[in-house]
């Protein structure tokens, strides 16, 4: 087997130029080059890129999911990308041999469809939403998990090639659970590797109440799309009772119950429920599909 080829995807909607060229050249320092790097100007128009890197600007902004999809589908015509690496823009690669790790996890595993970084701030802190298992307690324990960080990963092509690219109705949030749990349905796997870093400063996102909105929606279209009809219903009251219990402001309740019913009356795409196998596989790795 040939040496996995690592492409790069950064969204961008031109409000962090500082922050893009500092990403872009931790990328340029790895040790092991990618084959190609993206940025997408998604909705904005973009600053002025280093030497070699690819740029695609969008009349309009399609949201992490569409923008996404646009780099992803722009490597692949590239036709020498195996495994693409999706970074946030206001991220920095602190450690050079990112990629080379990368190649070597992928190279090892042919299932390996998923690998999700660790997000620290400047501090070296990891908050405990950004650790993709329920016992989040100690962040540099790394294993198979179920969902992944969309501020720093990679995913196969090949995986992607078979199960599809991001759900654009998602817009923003939870479109890395859909996707994660497609791939576990179509027998991949997905890693926590915590040696692998992305620096991100530390934000809340809950700072808007399109947040509530979206994550609610969304929330009832993974369930509508991905779970076998009896666990639809455990699922969507189970995160009731969670965002119930953890929401402190009016505001934002109201806005999630109306991206709530949102989601119950609008359309999200295929629905194609889960085997009872993977049901059983993610349970296995710590993390039913109730919670």
């Known amino acids: 087997m040939t040496r996995p080829r690592v492409g790069v995807a950064v969204l961008t909607m031109g409000n962090r130029p500082a922050e893009l060229r500092a990403l872009l050249d931790s990328v340029a320092k790895q040790d092991e080059p990618a084959a190609r790097v993206v940025v997408v100007g ?12 690819t740029g695609v600007e969008l009349a309009e902004n399609l949201g992490v999911s569409g923008g996404r999809n646009v780099a992803m589908e722009r490597l692949r015509e590239f ?5 693409l690496v999706d970074l946030d823009d206001d991220g920095l690669l602190i450690d050079a041999d990112v990629f080379r790790r990368i190649a070597d996890l992928y190279a090892a595993d042919p299932r390996l469809g998923i690998v999700s970084f660790r997000i620290a701030d400047e501090t070296g802190e990891t908050q ?6 329920l016992r989040a307690k100690d962040p540099m324990r790394g294993g198979l998990v179920t969902t992944f960080l969309g501020g720093g990963h990679a995913l196969s092509m090949a995986m992607l090639e078979r199960i599809g690219g991001w759900p654009e109705e998602f817009f923003f949030t939870h479109e890395e659970t859909d996707l994660a749990w497609r791939a576990l349905d179509d027998g991949w796997k997905v890693l926590y590797e915590p ?7 530390k934000t809340s996102p ?7 909105r979206m994550t ?7 369930a509508k799309r991905n779970l076998p009809a009896p666990l639809v219903p455990l699922y969507l009251g189970s995160w009731t009772a969670v965002t119930l219990l953890r929401t402190r402001s009016g505001e934002g309740l109201k806005a999630w119950a109306g991206g709530f019913a949102e989601g119950v ?4 795409g295929t629905r194609k429920p889960m085997r009872w196998s993977t049901v059983w596989r993610m349970t296995r790795l710590g993390r039913p599909p109730v919670i």
């Open 79 to 83: 036709g020498d990308v195996d495994v």
């Open 128 to 133: 405990r939403r950004h650790v993709p298992r």
């Open 42 to 53: 998604n909705g904005a128009p973009l600053p002025e890129l280093p030497e070699g890197v």
């Open 216 to 222: 609610a929606r969304n929330r009832v279209w993974l």
């Open 195 to 201: 040696r692998l870093l992305l620096q991100h400063p």
């Open 206 to 212: 809950a700072r808007h109440a399109v947040y509530y």
């Open 265 to 268: 009356r609008q359309p999200c």
